[in-house]
């Protein structure tokens, strides 16, 4: 199934995803035709350079502002009514153009057309967004781009046949009689998406337009009327002006276009428009001295879109993400754009080798350019779908823009040395490197910059000596540059799913073991938590902090095992204790009651050994003490006002929970002094059973004593602040790890003290 039948089959019908497709093609084949037509042109109405100068400089700035308007008017005024009245423009501007009889009226129609081909893109691609789900939308801008790429294809094979001027004439009436097919189909067929316009500034929106529009002009004219004409001076000028009124605006109605995905998918629409530029006019000359002939050339440039359509039909089949694309894509663009460097002297194997780097550049920069795009498209509100679809083709016109405004471009273009397309290629590596910077990837940008500086050095070496080590140079350089892009897309691959195990581990962590408040009751209180399994967020060790009407009452403890396999455990006996904490009104019950529980799981399990070390902690207001019921436990430690030191909590150990002997003998719960000053502290065995390289466990009580004794930095509770819940775990976590390179358990803390 093609591409434009999924897209129309999500938007409303197939026709409709065809219907989208073909007047989006317009875009592509109409500046295509204009540019082969252009000599005839000249000498038919005999056009001065001026005037093909001017024709550049405003079809580049229309381009832009006609973008943006028609986007905002289909939002406004319903992209149905817009696109229609936009295809009525463009077959008026053909019409007008295959009746031209003088260069003014000519420039009339072709100014007609840049509008009306600018919109018509503009309506298309709001369309395809605004009748497809969030959740598509990678694989219908997949399917929809995948067509324009192909029309690129076609397009780009159409140079060598330039038209003469009775060729454009028919040309472009037939495109006017399409045009005015598909206007009677869209009124007739395409459904209206009914998303009610989200407001939008209009002095933003044209001050943002205008910094764009005055950027694509200065950037085309500056290599032909000089940096400083005035004219260039005057358009420049127009920049930091328009940048500033937008850029207010901005901050005042806080638009919510996300700056970080909007300057995500203009870099790498930047990127694609350079590269393109970059190929087109490089690959010719550097296939020059092959012997190849003008059709080959063509068709092998043109691969540039076939290379286009296989990366958007990956992302469309794959779901790549924004990162994975930018990831995989960047590096085989630059790896297509080096293999140029190296083309043979010879025909057959010059046009294999070109065909080749021209499908892996397109490849690369549509992989990293369509999930960009969709993410941004599905980041926006549906009412603003229509402007912020004009950033795709503004972005990529000004990679154009960009790319001609080189000097060493303006020469290529004047039929200049192979040296100068090769730096105009080594350019382009670099803007998909700084692409890559900007879309926060620093491991794809060194992976850029490494694959282009090892083929650089490797052409240096080998290509630069004799002919016969051409061959070998280019074996070596596709090594390289494979290598490098596998190596960045694996370390992309494994960056992604450890994000994945960090955030599923956090979920874990915050769905079993919930927060510790700062404050509970009347206690002050800090907790920490480590796994020992890495990755899993949680292990067998549980703490808990609740207020009830029976006072607060903490729990921490230590499940027999580790790791996952504890987990279920663990989220029983605190869902347990969550419950019952609340219902039962003895301290002593409770833990009775946690004991019956635990053994309950451990026969349903078959698991006899199955047991639970706990301590159960209950403090009311105004009591200065607390009481404790210890199942198995490992004491408390109390750390009082300097000089006392650390010392342990006498608190006599039961059984642990699990062997269902407290149900039967409710234990009784010894009552704790806790006076102002005091720190409390609750661990498990992770803490004292970390080793050293000497093979010796933490000394707990002797290092806190040491931190917080006569010697250390003060009292814990002291009048200076030094001590307090807080900073004696952030002391032990800090420690702990000081003294052993390696966590073999996991350890738990509550640090608590009365307020």
């Known amino acids: 199934m093609s591409a434009p039948s999924v897209l129309g089959r999500v938007g409303g019908g197939r026709s409709v995803g065809v219907l989208l497709a073909a007047a989006a093609v317009f875009y592509v084949v109409s500046p295509v035709l204009q ?85 018509v893109f503009a309506g298309c691609l709001a369309s395809v967004a605004a009748l497809n789900p969030p959740g598509r939308m990678p694989q219908a801008l997949g399917g929809w781009l995948a067509v324009m790429s192909a029309a690129f294809f076609a397009a780009a094979n159409l140079i060598p046949r330039a038209p003469s001027m009775p060729g454009l004439r028919v040309s472009a009436g037939l495109g006017a009689v399409v045009a005015v097919g598909l206007l009677v189909v869209v009124l007739r067929r395409l459904p209206e998406a009914g ?36 004219r260039t001076v005057a358009l420049l000028a127009v920049l930091p002006v328009a940048a500033a009124v937008a850029g207010r605006r901005w901050r005042r109605h806080r638009f919510t276009m996300p700056p970080r995905i909007a300057s995500m998918a203009l870099a790498t629409g930047v990127a694609v428009g350079f590269t393109q530029i970059a190929l087109l006019l490089a690959l010719p000359v550097l296939t020059a001295a092959s012997g190849i002939g003008v059709a080959p050339t063509a068709l092998m440039v043109s691969a540039y879109g076939a290379g286009g359509v296989a990366g958007c039909l990956l992302v469309r089949g794959r779901r790549i993400s924004p990162v994975t694309g930018c990831s995989l894509g960047l590096p085989l663009a630059v790896i297509g754009l080096a293999l140029c460097h190296v083309l043979p002297t010879h025909a057959p194997t010059g046009m294999l080798l070109g065909t080749l780097a021209a499908v892996l550049t397109g490849l690369g920069v549509m992989m990293a350019q369509v999930p960009q795009m969709a993410w941004f498209l599905s980041a926006l509100p549906r009412g603003r779908l229509g402007t912020a679809a004009a950033f795709h083709p503004v972005s990529v016109l000004l990679g154009t823009a960009a790319a001609q405004a080189l000097p060493a471009t303006s020469a290529v273009s004047l039929g200049a040395s192979g040296r100068q397309a090769e730096n105009v290629l080594w350019v382009a590596a670099a803007v998909v490197a700084v692409g890559a910077l900007i879309a926060g990837l620093p491991m794809v940008v060194l992976g850029v910059v490494g694959a282009a500086a090892g083929e650089w050095l490797l052409l240096r070496v080998l290509a630069g000596a004799e002919l016969a080590q051409r061959p070998l140079a280019q074996a070596s350089a596709l090594a390289v540059g494979v290598v490098t892009g596998l190596v960045v897309w694996g370390r992309r691959q494994q960056s992604e799913r450890l994000a994945a195990s960090r955030a599923s581990a956090a979920a874990l962590q915050e769905a079993v073991l919930h927060p ?170 992770g803490l004292t059973e970390a080793r050293n390289a000497s093979r010796e466990f933490y000394p707990a009580a002797e290092r806190l004593s040491a931190a917080f004794g006569p010697n250390g930095p003060g009292g814990v509770g002291s009048p200076g602040g030094v001590g307090g819940p807080a900073e004696v775990l952030a002391f032990l976590e800090r420690d702990v790890r000081d003294w052993s390179h390696r966590l073999v358990d996991d350890i738990a803390l509550i640090a608590l003290t009365p307020e």
């Open 35 to 119: 540019g082969a037509a252009l000599p005839a042109v000249r000498v038919r109405f005999g056009l001065g350079p001026q005037q093909v100068v001017a024709m550049k400089v405003g079809g580049g700035a229309l381009m832009v502002l006609s973008l943006f308007a028609a986007g905002r008017a289909g939002d406004a005024w319903g992209r149905r009514r817009v696109l229609a009245w936009s295809l009525g423009v463009l077959a008026a501007g053909l019409a007008v153009e295959t009746v031209a009889f003088s260069d003014w009226s000519y420039l009339l129609g072709r100014t007609v057309v840049i509008v009306g081909v600018s919109a």
């Open 516 to 685: 510790i408040p700062e404050r509970l009751g009347g206690l002050r209180l800090a907790s920490r938590y480590q796994a020992a399994t890495a990755g899993t967020g949680i292990g067998g060790d549980f703490l808990e902090a609740v207020q009830t009407p029976h006072g607060t009452r903490v729990l921490i403890g230590d499940v027999r095992g580790k790791g996952l396999q504890a987990v279920q455990t663990v989220t029983d006996l605190l869902g347990c204790f969550r419950s019952q904490a609340h219902e039962t009104g003895d301290l002593g019950e409770l833990a009775a009651r946690l004991d019956r529980h635990t053994a309950r799981s451990a026969a349903a399990r078959g698991d006899e050994e199955l047991f639970a070390t706990a301590l159960l902690l209950q403090h009311r207001v105004p009591d200065g003490y607390v009481e404790v019921v210890n199942c198995g436990h490992l004491a408390p430690l109390a750390l009082g006002p300097a000089p006392a030191g650390a010392r342990e909590v006498a608190a006599p150990a039961l059984l642990p929970l699990g062997f269902g002997v407290l149900g039967g003998d409710v234990p009784v719960p010894r009552r704790v002094p806790l006076p102002a000053g005091e720190v409390l502290l609750l661990y498990t065995d």
């Open 195 to 230: 998303d009610a316009p989200v407001p939008l500034d209009r002095l933003f929106l044209g001050a943002l337009a205008g910094a764009l529009a005055a950027a694509v002009a200065a950037l085309q004219v500056g290599p032909v009327w000089g940096w400083a004409d005035p």
